[in-house]
């Protein structure tokens, strides 16, 4: 099981870096144009998929029932529901994208909704092997998957495909994937039907379609806003941002999904300091997360230009905004994990709910009066007055952990990596060219947060290399 979390750990992580290297590339050959009609298309694709199966594939994955008997059911049901919507939003397309401010963008739609049908026919065939701890197996798919998929989305985009290269890149990922998963001779299942399992079934599955699309909505809803109110050149350019802004997500927000979980279960069952143990957790995460929220706040014009080219410059602005939460987010992935780990899902679901509600008026204010900026400060303004506060109250109930601790273990990081980043500011100001002024101030940057925080590094190191940097230290 351990090794199962640590490869979906460590193989999410290294997906989310290389796309990341991925869109750099991909982001020199395309104008910010192409890159907000697919961002339309892809918004349309998580609604329809997060019910395309109507959650009744999780059921497979649960121990505590008989594959073999429901299965042949499960794959009935995933394969008419996400064949059937499919259809569906491929014959609505035009209307679809034209509803959300971007008619240009319903080809790409109409080529997703490929993907969508596909989801049914390897619904259980992933759900199994995620049954079975083989996440070996998946991380294999999806790293075959990347790499084909990436292959033909530069190639498509050195066409000249526009938006439509994005959309068969990710349908010719998907169907390499779920190839790949139906190689072991334990996922496979022929279709059936038994129709006294439907009832349960659904039962349990729209439940979990209604909480998947309601996440969907909450991520989403930036996008649409900025497809109808402000058009496709601004919802590129957002969405390059978002994107930079998400690194330290990508960078240790898999591990987090894989491992805080289980870590946080063991010192339950073994009666250990929980308290301690998400104190540490929220200083080690902000460690990592908080000098990277300030790099990407200091350099987000240098940075763009450097990497994504010099098109993209007018990203820097709202970057800059939503570096800052880029930090707070991972902090609520660590807390919302600790919430599971408590048993306590409902929480979740209140929380999204809460968060749509307070974010779609807030975000209207904030793109009404200040453009792609307010998009970014409405997330920032729900995240610190919505999310972190409930997250938070629910851990003080059920753990006993002091608000006081958790902003002490904060104090440190936070204070670091300000100093850090105006020393950076202050050093490069005047330094041209641009890639070069990126170069020095990470360096200074860097030297200076990590000498500023070595005593939480020093905790990090294995035993026996710190005690030899305490003999250095001595002689």
Request: aromatic share 8%; hydrophobic share 60%; net charge positive.
């Amino acid at each position: 099981m351990r090794r199962g979390a640590l490869w979906a750990a460590g193989g999410t992580m290294i997906m989310r870096v290389s796309n990341v290297l991925v869109m750099v590339v991909v982001a020199r050959l395309v104008a910010p144009e192409v890159v907000g009609l697919f961002a339309i298309a892809v918004t349309v694709h998580a609604f329809v998929v997060s019910i395309a199966e109507l959650g009744i594939a999780s059921a497979v994955a649960r121990a505590d029932l008989d594959a073999d008997r429901i299965a042949p059911t499960v794959a009935t049901i995933a394969i008419a529901t996400s064949v059937g919507l499919g259809i569906l939003m491929a014959s609505f397309a035009d209307v679809i994208a034209a509803a959300l401010g971007a008619a240009a963008a319903s080809d790409a739609v109409r080529i997703l909704a490929i993907s969508v049908a596909m989801i049914g026919p390897f619904a259980v065939p992933g759900a199994l092997l995620q049954r079975q701890f083989r996440q070996d197996l998946v991380f294999r798919a999806t790293a075959v998957s990347f790499v084909v998929g990436s292959a033909v989305l530069i190639g498509l985009s050195v066409a000249g495909w526009g938006p439509e290269g994005f959309a068969w890149s990710r349908v010719v990922g998907h169907l390499v994937a779920g190839i790949m998963l139906l190689i072991p001779a334990s996922a496979r299942y022929w279709p059936g039907f038994d129709r006294g399992f439907v009832g349960p079934l659904l039962a349990f599955g729209l439940p979990l379609a209604a909480a998947n699309l309601l996440s969907q909505l909450v991520a989403n809803i930036d996008y649409v806003f900025i497809g109808r109110m402000l058009g496709v050149v601004d919802l590129g350019l957002y969405t390059l941002a978002f994107g930079v802004s998400m690194w330290a997500t990508a960078i240790i927000g898999a591990m987090l999904n894989g491992l805080v979980l289980p870590a946080i279960s063991a010192v339950r069952r073994d009666d250990g300091d929980v308290p301690a143990a998400i104190v540490n957790a929220t200083q080690l995460v902000a460690w990592v997360a908080f000098p990277l929220a300030a790099c990407l706040f200091v350099f987000a014009e240098p940075l763009i230009v450097t990497l994504y080219g010099d098109q993209w410059r007018e990203a820097a602005e709202v970057l800059r905004v939503l570096a800052c939460y880029g930090g707070i987010s991972v902090l609520g992935l660590l807390y919302a994990n600790i919430v599971i780990a408590f048993g306590r899902t409902r929480v979740l679901l209140g929380v999204q709910l809460a968060v749509l509600a307070v974010l779609a008026p807030v975000m209207w204010i904030g793109i009404t009066f200040w453009d792609l900026p307010g998009v970014a400060a409405a997330h920032i303004i729900v995240a610190a007055l919505v999310t972190l506060p409930v997250y938070l109250t629910v851990l003080r109930h059920v753990s006993g952990v002091r608000l006081t601790a958790m902003l002490r273990a904060l104090m440190l990081p936070s204070a670091a990596a300000i100093a850090a980043g105006l020393l950076a500011w202050a050093v490069t100001v005047t330094v041209q060219p641009e890639w070069l002024r990126l170069i020095i101030g990470l360096v200074v940057g860097a030297a200076s947060y990590t000498f500023a925080t070595r005593k939480i590094l020093l905790r990090q190191l294995p035993t026996r290399w710190r005690r030899i940097s305490l003999r250095r230290r001595r002689q």
